[in-house]
């Protein structure tokens, strides 16, 4: 962080130049970005006498958008404005220019009058014409006002659309959800099926293991049974955020549809494919428009998107324009995930009362008419359907069966999301087998070298994988298309998902790039990388961005490896090149190779954000968290951690207090998408 001598006083906020100066002081520190100073100073141009309290709403409105939020609460803000800003703590150099001392005698009443007053403000909308909109306490820039009322109008219109069920609705869920031992009073995957049969929008919300992938395919196996009987087929598309969630979605999609006992029709016009939203909608280069939108929909009966809490505002609005009215939208994701790394937090917005249920007593005694159960979770609690709209087309799945009730991940994870920090720490510090804890002495404790690079226990580290490359390479004298060739580099990709390290944050001796860098340099040490040059057999290699031109998909993971070099010259020996290889990601197991070369928007990443990491899976994952507590360590960012893990989670830390903390707070993103949705849905008159 950089350090000013600039003394501000809080009349900062009653004089334009020293509001831009204080702004600057702001950049320097690193608190804001040189284009959240930028907005300001434009709107200053725009209007001469612009209030200094416009100039400080527009850059923070500017900087909220950059950390997600939609809006600035101006309420937030003034509570506890370094928190809402996700700023240092008040220790740290430039505490005096914090904004908790400089807003200390602001009132949300006097700067909601100041932008009101303003003419590049429009008061909840009435104005097209401003680049700022005031809608109750929150500050909008205008293009994700628009975005925002666009969603809460499109869903609110599907709500509303009541769609023809069939009448042996009963008989069909029974023989997709067979009630067996085992099997509890309330089948919440049955319920979920149930339900989204009612409407154009449902939301299907469940932690690791809950069955939503299991959920979705029976309910797509329903809906085509039903409209092939019709004489009406429908057409059903697959979609997630990222390359990565979509291959895991095609491989579980696959096997699921393959094992169900339905007519062999219908389990042919069930896609098995699944596309990325950027492909489904068709992305144009060098834009934020895509080739299908309102003008041009897409061709659709039902869209299932997975890893719905990855999906941002703006890419919200473009799929609900892009989507026929009459076309259901089935959304899946876990609601207690990290939200997306653009604005919003679309289904943790849409999700925020899907544990107590709030069923408006006729949709709870639809759902166990049709489905013969009793709804009876105890945390369930009673609503109305002007109340709780969504949540009358929402179900959250409730039984994991991955994590068991005596497993730790599992424990441990149910511990974080509830934010009992205690019991989280109660359960690393009692003996589980898929649970280790590492505190290290000092950044240069060996323990943290021998964790990464050789696991502890059954669960290894990234040794693993090199060994696996080193012991089972083919014979090099094999024709470049030799199948013993891809399946060498399938199971070192295999080798290499084992072990994940994940880190919360990008920069300096506890993030990415360092722990990246460090990794690489130990596994030179042991003779099993040459991280001499930048391309170096072993490398794994993460795509920070899209290239359709090659397939790939900001997400994607490869690994360079020497393989022979196709079309060579009969009689000449055989020479090998260096190629990264990627997984297809279309469910067909086959594999893409790529020059190093034609590869511009790539990393290292043998360690990886926990963000990234989202839509993946590892045997064992292991998290590092800093030495001091930063504003992104929060419970969604240790939960989405430790879910990645499907055998082993370790915990790597210097000081207990930073776990402490983190699993105490929680992401507090500002939008008004419920408020808006539930206006919408007014009262009905009492007569």
Same mark, same amino acid.
């Given at each position: 962080?950089?350090?000013?001598?600039?003394?501000?006083?809080?009349?900062?906020?009653?004089?334009?130049?020293?509001?831009?100066?204080?702004?600057?002081?702001?950049?320097?520190?690193?608190?804001?970005?040189?284009?959240?100073?930028?907005?300001?100073?434009?709107?200053?141009?725009?209007?001469?006498?612009?209030?200094?309290?416009?100039?400080?709403?527009?850059?923070? +409105?500017?900087?909220?958008?950059?950390?997600?939020?939609?809006?600035?609460?101006?309420?937030?803000?003034?509570?506890?404005?370094?928190?809402?800003?996700?700023?240092?703590?008040?220790?740290?150099?430039?505490?005096?220019?914090?904004?908790?001392?400089?807003?200390?005698?602001?009132?949300?009443?006097?700067?909601?009058?100041?932008?009101?007053?303003?003419?590049?403000?429009?008061?909840?909308?009435?104005?097209?014409?401003?680049?700022?909109?005031?809608?109750?306490?929150?500050?909008?820039?205008?293009?994700?006002?628009?975005?925002?009322?666009?969603?809460?109008?499109?869903?609110?219109?599907?709500?509303?659309?009541?769609?023809?069920?069939?009448?042996?609705?009963?008989?069909?869920?029974?023989?997709?959800?067979?009630?067996?031992?085992?099997?509890?009073?309330?089948?919440?995957?049955?319920?979920?099926? /149930?339900?989204?049969?009612?409407?154009?929008?449902?939301?299907?919300?469940?932690?690791?293991?809950?069955?939503?992938?299991?959920?979705?395919?029976?309910?797509?196996?329903?809906? !085509?049974?039903?409209?092939?009987? +019709?004489? *009406?087929?429908?057409?059903?598309?697959?979609?997630?955020?990222?390359?990565?969630?979509?291959?895991?979605?095609?491989?579980?999609?696959?096997?699921?549809?393959?094992?169900?006992?339905?007519?062999?029709?219908? *389990?042919?016009?069930?896609?098995?494919?699944?596309?990325?939203?950027? *492909?489904?909608?068709?992305?144009?280069?060098?834009? @934020?428009?895509?080739?299908?939108?309102?003008?041009?929909?897409? /061709?659709?009966?039902?869209?299932?998107?997975?890893? +719905?809490?990855?999906?941002?505002?703006?890419?919200?609005?473009?799929?609900?324009?892009?989507?026929?009215? !009459?076309?259901?939208?089935?959304?899946?994701?876990?609601?207690?995930?990290? &939200?997306?790394?653009?604005?919003?937090?679309?289904?943790?917005?849409?999700?925020?009362?899907?544990?107590?249920?709030?069923?408006?007593?006729?949709?709870?005694?639809?759902?166990?008419?049709?489905?013969?159960?009793?709804?009876?979770?105890?945390?369930?609690?009673?609503?109305?359907?002007?109340?709780?709209?969504?949540?009358?087309?929402?179900?959250?799945?409730?039984?994991?069966?991955?994590?068991?009730?005596?497993?730790?991940?599992?424990?441990? &994870?149910?511990?974080?999301?509830?934010?009992?920090?205690?019991?989280?720490?109660?359960?690393?510090?009692?003996?589980?087998?898929?649970?280790?804890?590492? #505190?290290?002495?000092?950044?240069?404790?060996?323990?943290?070298?021998?964790?990464?690079?050789?696991?502890?226990?059954?669960?290894?580290?990234?040794?693993?994988?090199?060994?696996?490359?080193?012991?089972?390479?083919?014979?090099?004298?094999?024709?470049?298309?030799?199948?013993?060739?891809?399946?060498? /580099?399938?199971?070192?990709?295999?080798?290499?998902?084992?072990?994940?390290?994940?880190?919360?944050?990008?920069?300096?001796?506890?993030?990415?790039?360092?722990?990246?860098?460090?990794?690489?340099?130990?596994?030179?040490?042991?003779?099993?990388?040459?991280?001499?040059?930048?391309?170096?057999?072993?490398?794994?290699?993460?795509?920070?961005? #899209?290239?359709?031109?090659?397939?790939?998909? #900001?997400?994607?993971?490869?690994? &360079?490896?020497?393989?022979?070099?196709?079309?060579?010259?009969?009689?000449?020996?055989?020479?090998?090149?260096?190629?990264?290889?990627?997984?297809?990601?279309?469910?067909?197991?086959?594999? *893409?190779?790529?020059?190093?070369?034609?590869?511009?928007?790539?990393?290292?990443?043998?360690?990886?954000?926990?963000?990234?990491?989202?839509?993946?899976?590892?045997?064992?994952?292991?998290?590092?968290?800093?030495?001091?507590?930063?504003?992104?360590?929060?419970?969604?960012?240790?939960?989405?951690?430790?879910?990645?893990?499907?055998?082993?989670?370790?915990?790597?830390?210097?000081?207990?207090?930073?776990?402490?903390?983190?699993?105490?707070?929680?992401?507090?993103?500002?939008?008004?998408?419920? @408020?808006?949705?539930?206006?919408?849905?007014? &009262?009905?008159?009492?007569?």
């Amino acid at each position: 962080m950089k350090q000013t001598s600039l003394d501000l006083e809080p009349s900062a906020l009653d004089d334009s130049g020293e509001l831009l100066a204080l702004l600057d002081a702001w950049v320097a520190c690193g608190w804001l970005r040189e284009l959240d100073r930028a907005l300001a100073a434009l709107l200053a141009e725009l209007e001469e006498d612009a209030s200094p309290l416009l100039l400080l709403a527009a850059a923070l +409105a500017s900087h909220q958008l950059g950390h997600g939020h939609v809006c600035l609460d101006l309420h937030a803000t003034l509570a506890d404005p370094d928190f809402a800003l996700s700023l240092p703590p008040e220790g740290e150099p430039g505490g005096a220019l914090l904004p908790s001392r400089q807003l200390a005698r602001l009132t949300a009443g006097a700067w909601r009058a100041a932008l009101a007053a303003s003419r590049l403000v429009a008061v909840s909308g009435e104005r097209h014409d401003t680049p700022l909109v005031l809608d109750g306490h929150s500050l909008y820039l205008r293009r994700y006002w628009t975005y925002e009322q666009r969603v809460a109008a499109a869903i609110g219109e599907r709500l509303a659309s009541a769609r023809q069920i069939p009448q042996d609705l009963p008989q069909r869920l029974q023989r997709l959800f067979p009630q067996g031992p085992g099997t509890p009073r309330s089948d919440w995957q049955k319920l979920a099926c /149930a339900l989204a049969t009612r409407s154009s929008f449902s939301v299907i919300t469940g932690g690791p293991g809950t069955g939503k992938t299991t959920t979705v395919v029976r309910l797509l196996a329903l809906l !085509q049974g039903a409209a092939q009987e +019709a004489g *009406r087929p429908l057409r059903i598309a697959l979609a997630a955020p990222t390359g990565k969630a979509a291959a895991r979605l095609t491989e579980s999609i696959g096997a699921q549809v393959a094992g169900l006992d339905i007519d062999e029709s219908v *389990r042919q016009a069930i896609p098995s494919e699944v596309t990325t939203l950027h *492909r489904l909608l068709g992305s144009l280069p060098g834009s @934020r428009h895509f080739r299908h939108h309102a003008g041009n929909p897409l /061709a659709l009966d039902v869209l299932v998107v997975d890893e +719905a809490s990855m999906i941002d505002l703006e890419m919200m609005d473009n799929l609900l324009a892009a989507l026929p009215t !009459q076309a259901r939208l089935v959304l899946l994701g876990d609601k207690d995930q990290l &939200a997306s790394v653009e604005a919003g937090a679309l289904l943790g917005d849409l999700c925020r009362d899907a544990e107590p249920g709030h069923y408006d007593p006729a949709t709870r005694a639809w759902l166990e008419a049709q489905s013969g159960q009793p709804l009876d979770a105890d945390e369930l609690l009673p609503g109305t359907a002007w109340q709780y709209p969504l949540e009358q087309h929402t179900v959250m799945l409730r039984h994991s069966r991955r994590f068991g009730a005596h497993s730790g991940i599992g424990q441990l &994870a149910r511990a974080v999301n509830r934010r009992d920090a205690d019991q989280a720490l109660a359960t690393l510090r009692e003996p589980h087998d898929d649970l280790y804890r590492l #505190n290290l002495r000092s950044a240069q404790d060996p323990a943290l070298e021998h964790l990464l690079l050789d696991g502890h226990g059954q669960a290894g580290g990234y040794t693993h994988y090199l060994q696996r490359l080193h012991e089972t390479r083919p014979a090099p004298t094999l024709a470049a298309d030799d199948p013993a060739w891809a399946r060498w /580099a399938g199971g070192v990709l295999q080798a290499f998902d084992g072990f994940r390290l994940l880190c919360a944050i990008r920069r300096g001796d506890w993030g990415v790039a360092g722990l990246n860098l460090r990794i690489a340099q130990a596994l030179g040490r042991r003779g099993l990388i040459d991280a001499s040059t930048p391309w170096y057999e072993g490398r794994p290699v993460l795509m920070t961005h #899209n290239d359709y031109s090659l397939g790939l998909m #900001n997400g994607d993971i490869g690994i &360079a490896l020497c393989l022979p070099e196709p079309d060579q010259q009969p009689g000449q020996p055989p020479r090998q090149v260096l190629r990264v290889a990627f997984p297809r990601n279309d469910g067909s197991a086959g594999l *893409r190779y790529i020059l190093p070369s034609r590869l511009s928007a790539v990393e290292t990443v043998f360690a990886m954000t926990v963000h990234k990491s989202q839509g993946s899976e590892f045997e064992h994952t292991a998290l590092l968290l800093p030495e001091r507590l930063n504003p992104v360590l929060t419970k969604e960012l240790i939960y989405t951690a430790i879910t990645r893990a499907r055998s082993h989670f370790s915990l790597i830390e210097q000081r207990e207090s930073v776990f402490d903390q983190a699993t105490r707070r929680a992401v507090e993103r500002r939008s008004g998408l419920l @408020r808006t949705l539930r206006e919408r849905n007014p &009262a009905p008159e009492t007569p």
